[in-house]
Structure formats: structure tokens, C-alpha cells
């Protein structure tokens, strides 16, 4: 779950949603990748459904609130990172490539104290990096334009999980696919962004949990939450 703190309680966003987002985004920005479109949006839709069955009902996390998604072990987010880039084969070769990718950028910069954990982790990573690599020879997408695509993949999930509550603050430096820098802001449920990144403005809903304050953290309420993007100059 990604988590923010709300009037009534909490605010959570299930991943597999926050993943819908992303692919939402991506429709909306004027980008896009160079390897097959078809697999790519899966990629980008379903990225996090590794996290499905943990995000069914809110649990109860750390003395703040409920559970977020920062409070997992390293050891949790490869086994359902796993899980996700096994979803995402069932879906699309080009999809496996891109999820399996992106969990070895998410994983591989992370610091490892022990050193067992940190061997695991490698081999899982690098295990992803040979099958995003092999998918894309497959497909006769190049190593760069792989690697472009992930990070095009990088740039709408870390918006979204912004758009969802995470991390909080009104402003946040966005890294391009091609290296490039652009700066977005929001104002409530406002996003202004780059014209030249964001062609026209765009509606997008982000279903919400608001559940109460305290544990065990029952669900009072379903919700959906529109975000406007607005291009400025």
C-alpha cells in the first residue's frame, strides 16, 4: 500500500492501482517507448501486481499507521517483485522484459548489509537482467532501447506513486527518460507540468482506502480521486 495521512485517518493507494496510474500517465505524456507499445503498457499497468494479494485489506504496520510499502524487508520486495515479472510473462514477452528490468533497478542500488542476502540478491537480479535481455533479443529490441524504455517505465511509476501520497512535498525534480531534467508541482490535486512533457490537460482518478486512524485500521470508505494535469510553459 502506498500510505498518506488524511482528516478521517489514512489514505491508501493498492499497487496494483497505483500501476493502472502509471499507465494512465503514460497515455497522457508526450513520450513513448521504442520497443512494442502493446507490451510496454502492460509492463507499466501491471508492474506491481506481484503486490495483490498483500494490498486485498489494509494490515497493520509500523506505531504511525497502517502498512506501507516502505516498511517491507528487502527479502519481501524480491519475492513479490518476482511475482510480479512471473504476471507480467503471462501477459506479454515485451512486459516480462520491462518488469523484470525495472526490479533490477529498483533492487540493485539498495545497500546490503549481509552479505548472504546481498549474494541472493544479486543473483536474483542479475537472473531478471539475462531474462529482460533475452526477451528483448527475442523481440529485436536493441540493449539501449530496452534500457530507455526502463527508465521512460522509472519516470511515470515514481509520478504516480507521487500522485498517490509518496513522497510528500509539492514539488518533485523529474529525471527523463533521455537524462533530462523537468520540475513538476501540484497544488491540492492540481499537477502542472512541462508543456513539451505533458501536450494537453488530463483527468486522472486514483481509487483511494480511507481507513481509520488507529489499529487495526478498518476501512471506512472507498474512494476516487481526481487529479488534474495542466501543461504550463
Same mark, same amino acid.
Not at 21 to 49: K, N, Q, S, T, Y
Not at 152 to 161: E, K, R, Y
Given at each position: 500500500?502506498?500510505?498518506?495521512?488524511?482528516?478521517?485517518?489514512?489514505?491508501?493507494?493498492?499497487?496494483?492501482?497505483?500501476?493502472?496510474?502509471?499507465?494512465?500517465?503514460?497515455?497522457?505524456?508526450?513520450?513513448?517507448?521504442?520497443?512494442?507499445?502493446?507490451?510496454?503498457?502492460?509492463?507499466?499497468?501491471?508492474?506491481?501486481?506481484?503486490?495483490?494479494?498483500?494490498?486485498?485489506?489494509?494490515?497493520?504496520?509500523?506505531?504511525?499507521?497502517?502498512?506501507?510499502?516502505?516498511?517491507?524487508?528487502?527479502?519481501?520486495?524480491?519475492?513479490?517483485?518476482?511475482?510480479?515479472?512471473?504476471?507480467?510473462?503471462?501477459?506479454?514477452?515485451? *512486459? /516480462?522484459?520491462?518488469? @523484470?528490468?525495472? =526490479? !533490477? $533497478?529498483?533492487?540493485? #542500488?539498495?545497500?546490503?548489509?549481509?552479505?548472504?542476502? *546481498? /549474494?541472493?540478491?544479486? @543473483?536474483?537480479? =542479475? !537472473? $531478471?537482467?539475462?531474462? #529482460?535481455?533475452?526477451?528483448?533479443?527475442?523481440?529485436?529490441?536493441?540493449?539501449?532501447?530496452?534500457?530507455?524504455?526502463?527508465?521512460?517505465?522509472?519516470?511515470?511509476?515514481?509520478?504516480?506513486?507521487?500522485?498517490?501520497?509518496?513522497?510528500?512535498?509539492?514539488?518533485?525534480?523529474?529525471?527523463?527518460?533521455?537524462?533530462?531534467?523537468?520540475?513538476?508541482?501540484?497544488?491540492?490535486?492540481?499537477?502542472?507540468?512541462?508543456?513539451?512533457?505533458?501536450?494537453?490537460?488530463?483527468?486522472?482518478?486514483?481509487?483511494?482506502?480511507?481507513?481509520?486512524?488507529?489499529?487495526?485500521?478498518?476501512?471506512?470508505?472507498?474512494?476516487?480521486?481526481?487529479?488534474?494535469?495542466?501543461?504550463?510553459?
Amino acid at each position: 500500500m502506498i500510505r498518506r495521512s488524511s482528516g478521517q485517518g489514512w489514505e491508501l493507494v493498492r499497487q496494483p492501482d497505483h500501476g493502472v496510474l502509471a499507465c494512465a500517465l503514460l497515455d497522457a505524456i508526450a513520450d513513448a517507448p521504442h520497443g512494442p507499445l502493446e507490451g510496454f503498457r502492460l509492463a507499466v499497468a501491471h508492474h506491481d501486481d506481484g503486490w495483490r494479494e498483500r494490498d486485498r485489506a489494509p494490515r497493520e504496520g509500523d506505531s504511525i499507521g497502517p502498512e506501507s510499502f516502505l516498511e517491507l524487508s528487502l527479502a519481501e520486495h524480491l519475492e513479490i517483485s518476482g511475482e510480479s515479472v512471473r504476471l507480467a510473462g503471462d501477459l506479454h514477452p515485451y *512486459a /516480462e522484459a520491462i518488469v @523484470a528490468l525495472h =526490479g !533490477a $533497478w529498483l533492487h540493485g #542500488a539498495r545497500v546490503v548489509q549481509d552479505p548472504e542476502l *546481498a /549474494e541472493q540478491r544479486d @543473483a536474483i537480479i =542479475g !537472473a $531478471w537482467r539475462s531474462l #529482460a535481455e533475452a526477451r528483448a533479443v527475442e523481440l529485436g529490441v536493441s540493449t539501449a532501447d530496452l534500457h530507455r524504455d526502463q527508465r521512460l517505465c522509472a519516470m511515470v511509476d515514481f509520478v504516480s506513486l507521487w500522485l498517490c501520497g509518496w513522497p510528500d512535498g509539492d514539488e518533485l525534480a523529474l529525471e527523463r527518460p533521455d537524462g533530462a531534467e523537468a520540475d513538476i508541482e501540484r497544488d491540492g490535486d492540481t499537477v502542472r507540468m512541462p508543456a513539451d512533457l505533458l501536450p494537453s490537460g488530463r483527468d486522472l482518478v486514483v481509487p483511494v482506502l480511507t481507513v481509520a486512524g488507529t489499529a487495526p485500521f478498518a476501512v471506512i470508505g472507498e474512494a476516487a480521486r481526481t487529479i488534474s494535469l495542466v501543461p504550463v510553459a
